[in-house]
């Protein structure tokens, strides 16, 4: 009894359900937004890397680097704490996108950077052949087999990346962590630390699935 009323109080749980549902919004649409900007901007990086041009690939390199390297809640506090000493003042839910945009985007730069180096230098050469002009080429050719052979890693980088909007916490976003944490402390319970995990089972757990289904799929037409 004693470890039910501990992690499953039905009072405490009835108290602030509302706010952790509420809280699984903000941290399902911060993932989201995420996905979609870091997925998008890394796949279009890579194809510029592709065409060769030796001052821009530098910079993309040291980009990739740069965030690659940098632990994301470093990031987060400069652009939180350190930006409104320079006039830039961004919200919390805005320094998480674009901290974790960017760490996504310099993954998937490789990621699909690594794929499109794997394609052989025969098929970029029989595209030419037929017409293509190399944008074509790369556009039909290249970049699907990059994408296919990408998908794995990709989809376990995304998983890893999303996970991190629990950083949200630390400056004060509305989601799952920091409410239930907050609730935590008001209650005294650890009640609400358990609804946090089952919220964050809530929302992955469908994106796993869906991730194997996703490279199950790609597998079979490699």
């Not at 230098?121 to 990408?150: D, H, N």
């Not at 995304?158 to 950083?167: F, G, S």
Request: aromatic letters at 10%; hydrophobic letters at 55%.
């Amino acid at each position: 009894m004693r470890f039910l009323d501990t992690f499953f109080n039905p009072a405490v749980i009835d108290k602030y359900l509302p706010q952790v549902v509420a809280a699984m919004g903000v941290t399902l649409y911060l993932a989201m937004a995420t996905i979609v900007t870091g997925v998008v901007l890394g796949g279009l990086l890579a194809c510029l890397r592709a065409a060769n041009l030796k001052v821009v690939n530098f910079f993309i390199i040291v980009f990739a680097d740069i965030m690659r390297a940098l632990p994301p809640l470093v990031l987060i506090l400069i652009f939180y704490f350190g930006m409104p000493s320079v006039g830039l003042n961004l919200s919390a839910e805005v320094v998480i996108w674009l901290v974790l945009s960017a760490v996504l985007t310099a993954f998937a730069e490789e990621i699909f950077w690594g794929g499109l180096t794997s394609v052989s230098a025969g098929q970029w050469e029989a595209g030419r052949a037929t017409g293509l002009s190399k944008l074509q080429t790369l556009a039909y050719i290249a970049f699907p087999q990059a994408l296919r052979m990408g998908i794995p890693p990709l989809v376990n980088r995304v998983l890893a990346t999303t996970k991190l909007t629990a950083l949200g916490s630390v400056i004060g976003v509305k989601e799952i962590l920091s409410v239930s944490s907050s609730a935590q402390s008001f209650s005294g319970s650890a009640t609400p630390l358990t609804m946090a995990a089952l919220a964050y089972l809530v929302i992955f757990i469908p994106a796993v699935i869906a991730s194997h289904w996703v490279e199950r799929r790609f597998t079979y037409r490699t």
